[in-house]
């Protein structure tokens, strides 16, 4: 079975702080993706990324940027956590397919409160 | 632009009634659909999904959707729900690209 895993369950953090949140997954995929949810706004992307090293802008990239050095390996970065980042993150990965899609395998997400 | 709408923010039915979940998308040509679920503290697992061919799609946990292309509408159902089916769930669409675009979530609510 796919698996993702996220760094940590919950966090809390202060404003200001820099904050980074991992995600691994452990079936070679070479996309991932990182979401925020909120309630009443559903998911939202933030970041994805196709290959290392490569990334692009999702729907709502203001503040945050990411990191992906290792396949396996997509990083989340707050460089600057605000209070309006309060939310639950998810990460999630796939494989790419000619002419048509493949499902998207989440973490359990990461619950981060910025104080 | 498109778009999915849940228009359901919250549903309660009883355990063992008939459940059903409204999901529209607003798009020129017909997207990949999928249910997911997430069960409190968790996070998604996909239910089921449809590409293209049968419009009516088997899913996990005995559920079933329904794509009506005329309705642009990818309704998720269950003849019979029990106490564990209480979550979020979100319909997705992929409109053309690799993204997946989340409706807003109902959140079932089972009573005894």
């Known amino acids: 079975d796919v698996k993702v895993t996220q760094s940590s369950r919950y966090l809390v953090k202060r404003t200001g702080e820099k904050v980074f949140l991992e995600c691994v997954q452990d079936?070679?995929?070479?996309?991932m993706f990182w979401y925020r949810q909120d309630p009443g706004l559903g998911l939202r992307l933030i970041y994805f990324s196709y290959d290392v090293k490569m990334k692009e802008k999702g729907d709502i990239p203001e503040g945050y940027s990411v990191s992906r050095e290792k396949k396996e390996r997509f990083s989340l970065i707050l460089e600057s956590a605000s209070t309006s980042q309060t939310s639950m993150y998810l990460c999630?990965?796939?494989?790419?397919?000619?002419?048509?899609?493949?499902?998207?395998?989440f973490g359990p997400g990461t619950r981060l409160t910025v104080l | 632009a498109q778009s999915v709408t849940q228009p359901d923010i919250h549903i309660t039915v009883s355990e063992g009634a008939s459940l059903e979940l409204r999901c529209n998308y607003s798009y020129g040509a017909t997207p990949y659909l999928f249910w997911y679920v997430q069960s409190p503290g968790q996070g998604l697992q996909l239910l089921l999904k449809?590409?293209?061919?049968?419009?009516l799609v088997q899913g996990i946990k005995g559920f079933e959707a329904e794509f009506k292309r005329s309705q642009s509408s990818f309704n998720l159902r269950k003849p019979s729900v029990h106490w564990s089916d209480a979550a979020e769930y979100f319909c997705a669409a992929v409109f053309g690209n690799e993204k997946l675009t989340f409706g807003t979530g109902t959140r079932l609510t089972i009573i005894p």
């Open positions: 079936m070679d995929h070479e996309n």
């Open positions: 999630a990965s796939s494989s790419p397919q000619a002419g048509g899609y493949n499902e998207q395998f």
């Open positions: 449809y590409f293209s061919g049968d419009t």
